[in-house]
């Protein structure tokens, strides 16, 4: 009798342990499993865990599918990156620009601002605009983005490690103490996508 409860018991718990290990797998939608290896450094919200990884909420859609795209092709390497879109098609990586696109971001203001960082924004403004956004697709908004990832970019920016024609020349202007106050600057004045 004790056995065949046992058995009864350890029936119903393989049951129930077999429905609960297929429910994700009919939860989760199209974009969900495209972008279900992206959370652990991008965060399911789109919103970075660490300051030296980008936030992708609220980024332009022209701009992130151009990442993806220089990532994917190679044009673009980073360890963490690098296979990251191996298996993901052309038609795959517009729905994901488009999906971290249309998330949003808010980020507060802090209480203190970089002042000299401010002063450095003024050969940025043009393109990325008066707070940190900008009006061209394909250019990245900067404003709210986590000052250790936008500090290296402009270092890799300036030692062309990345490569963007207007971004070399314009971080190699810049010194290592202009880059930190102005990365410092964009993450402070925070944002609202
Ligand atoms: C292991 C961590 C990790 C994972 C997983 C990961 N990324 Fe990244 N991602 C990074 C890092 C770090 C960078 C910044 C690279 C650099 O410094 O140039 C980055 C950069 C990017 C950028 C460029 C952002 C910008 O502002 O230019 C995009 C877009 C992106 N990742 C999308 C994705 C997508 C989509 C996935 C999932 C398919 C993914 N990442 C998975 C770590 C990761
Ligand atoms: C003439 C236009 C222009 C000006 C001026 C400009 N930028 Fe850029 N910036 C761009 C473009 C275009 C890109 C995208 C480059 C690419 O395609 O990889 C970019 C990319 C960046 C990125 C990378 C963002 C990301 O998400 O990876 C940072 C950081 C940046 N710019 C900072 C600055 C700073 C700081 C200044 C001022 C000192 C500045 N930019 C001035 C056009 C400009």
């Given amino acids: 009798m004790k056995t065949n409860l046992k058995n009864v018991s350890l029936r119903i718990l393989l049951i129930v342990n077999a429905s609960i290990l297929t429910v994700p797998t009919f939860a989760s939608s199209e974009i969900d499993t495209l ?3 992206c959370s652990a450094c991008h965060g399911a919200d789109g919103v970075a865990p660490s300051s030296d990884w980008p936030s992708l909420a609220g ?16 044009h673009r390497t980073n360890v963490l990156m690098d296979n990251q879109l191996s298996n ?7 729905k994901i620009a488009q999906h971290y696109a249309s998330l949003s971001f808010k980020k507060a203001e802090s209480t203190s ?23 061209n697709e394909t250019w990245p908004n900067l404003a709210g983005q986590n000052q250790g990832y936008l500090l290296k970019q402009l270092k890799d920016f300036s030692s062309k490690k990345r490569d963007s024609m207007i971004m070399n020349v314009i971080a190699s202007e810049l010194t290592e103490q202009e880059m ?3 990365a410092q600057y964009y993450e402070q004045i925070g944002s609202e996508y």
């Fill in 35 to 37: 972008t279900a290896s």
């Fill in 59 to 74: 980024q332009k859609q022209g701009y992130l599918l151009a990442q993806l795209k220089a990532f994917k092709s190679g």
């Fill in 88 to 94: 993901k098609s052309e038609a795959d990586l517009v």
């Fill in 113 to 135: 601002i970089n002042k000299d960082g401010e002063n450095v924004r003024a050969s940025c403004l043009s393109c990325h605009g008066m707070i940190g956004k900008t009006v």
């Fill in 180 to 182: 930190k106050d102005v």
